[in-house]
């Protein structure tokens, strides 16, 4: 089993920056890929960004190319989602996510992977 704890999120006004980090403990032996999905209320949960965890392979969403950065701490397997210049589209919940080997073409869908976090709400204001 893998466990996924979340921190960071908030409320901030647009245009400002938060940073989200998930630290993965358990059996991590087995994950390639660690990321940030969100949901905003009455829509599906979609893929934000993406990291190949033994590698710097990144995938990320349209919405968010030039405004996000994932990294990740080999240390502690832990990733961060640095988010700036936020916009109020971005409000939702975002969720850690990982998992093992996924098709690169699915790898911003929810569907492939194993293991979530709890999710931490972030609320960007006009």
């Known amino acids: 089993q893998v466990q996924l704890v979340e921190s960071g999120g908030g409320s901030v006004q647009a245009g400002g920056s938060l940073r989200l980090s998930c630290r993965a403990s358990?059996?991590?032996?087995?994950?390639?890929?660690m990321g940030w999905f969100r949901q905003a209320p009455g829509k599906e949960r979609e893929g934000v960004a993406v990291?190949?965890?033994?590698?710097?392979?990144?995938y990320y969403a349209d919405s968010v190319k030039g405004r996000f950065t994932i990294s990740q701490d080999n240390n502690e397997l832990t990733v961060y989602l640095r988010m700036n210049s936020l916009k109020p589209e971005d409000t939702a919940m975002y969720y850690c996510?990982?998992?093992?080997?996924?098709?690169?073409?699915?790898?911003?869908?929810?569907?492939?992977?194993?293991?979530w976090g709890q999710g931490t709400q972030v609320t960007v204001s006009s």
């Open positions: 996510a990982a998992g093992g080997w996924i098709t690169t073409t699915r790898i911003l869908l929810p569907d492939d992977y194993a293991y």
């Open positions: 358990g059996y991590t032996y087995s994950l390639k890929y």
């Open positions: 990291r190949y965890t033994g590698g710097s392979n990144t």
